[in-house]
């Protein structure tokens, strides 16, 4: 099963299309820790697409998928020349915490280059 969907790099993208995804997780997870991760990865992957991705008149790509035993969230944008790195901000910053937040509720994430440019920034939850 998947959900693939394209959103404006913007704040409103973003939030308009993390509750499509919500909806979706609803309808295919049963209300378990996975649903709520997988909503979290979402909302911090999005965010930093309509943040550091944006490129005027591009938009970016959202992918959920749920395989046997995996659920893998992709999120694509127009920005190849980004490239999230985690960062480790002072106690009394109030940003700069998301991917650090993905490094420790996914079992595996990553980043790669998305043809013919840009970058898909991707996450993945075993059961």
């Not at 998305?114 to 059961?127: I, L, N, Q, S």
């Given at each position: ?70 659920l893998r ?31 420790t509720l ?6 790669r280059p ?14």
């Open positions: 099963m998947s959900l693939r969907t394209l959103f404006a790099t913007t704040r409103h993208g973003a939030h308009a299309v993390r509750h499509t995804a919500e909806r979706w997780l609803a309808a295919h997870l049963p209300p378990d820790g996975l649903a709520a991760t997988a909503a979290l990865l979402i909302a911090e992957l999005t965010a930093n697409a309509a943040l550091h991705g944006r490129v005027r008149g591009r938009a970016a790509r959202l992918d959920v998928r749920l395989d046997a035993g995996e969230v992709e999120v694509t944008d127009a920005r190849g020349d980004r490239w999230p790195t985690p960062q480790h901000p002072d106690s009394g910053g109030e940003s700069g915490r998301g991917l650090l937040l993905v490094d996914a079992d595996e994430w990553g980043v998305h043809h013919p440019g840009g970058k898909t920034v991707w996450a993945v939850c075993r059961r």
